[in-house]
């Protein structure tokens, strides 16, 4: 029987997804500039832009703020068809710094909770820049004693290294460790690399918290 030593967790498509939507928010904020978009056409492009960022980008994400603001910037730009003004680009960037353009999914309070009823220790492993931190605590989500992004370890799922930081600051082996996430590409494939356990959320429905407290309460 394997020990469940530490939880961790995905935070975009597991934790959060972004309110009312990418479309939306791009589109509402590029309005106060005078620049009408349809909402619905910008979430399309989103997802292609958003890729082919990641392929060309070193780390996705960026490796650091300034490199995360350049990423974006790419992303935005190919969502619009355009280079957009440095202030819009900006403007966009920091409005999903702020807990009101993000929801909280479903099961995730309640995994938290039961987490720490059982004294399990939790984090939060995720391609994500350094607004990450201080948007879990805006959203008061947590206590997490661990947040750690590609962007802090130069490294990006499925690359195995943030869970092996993660490991190394809990003082636990990864095979000691449920992943929670919602891609089998990047959060599948680093518990692939490291031996550990891969519990599948949904980006729309959230985390399985029955699966999650089975696992928890009777681990194999």
Known sequence: MRRIAAVTFDAAGTLITPHPGVGLVYAEIAARYGLERDATELDIRFAPAFKAAVAA????????????????SR???????EPLPFEIVCDLYDAFARAERWRILPGVREALALCTKLTVPMAVLSNFDLRLAPLLSELDLGPFSVVLTSAEVGAAKPDPALLIAACRRLGISPTHVVHVGDSEREDG???AATGARWLRADPQLGIPFHSLADMLVNPS
């Not at 980008?57 to 974006?72: K, S, T």
């Open 189 to 191: 494939g680093m518990c």
């Open 57 to 72: 980008w070193p780390v996705p994400y960026g490796r650091d703020d300034d490199d995360a603001r350049r990423f974006w």
């Open 75 to 81: 992303v935005i730009d190919e969502t619009f068809g």
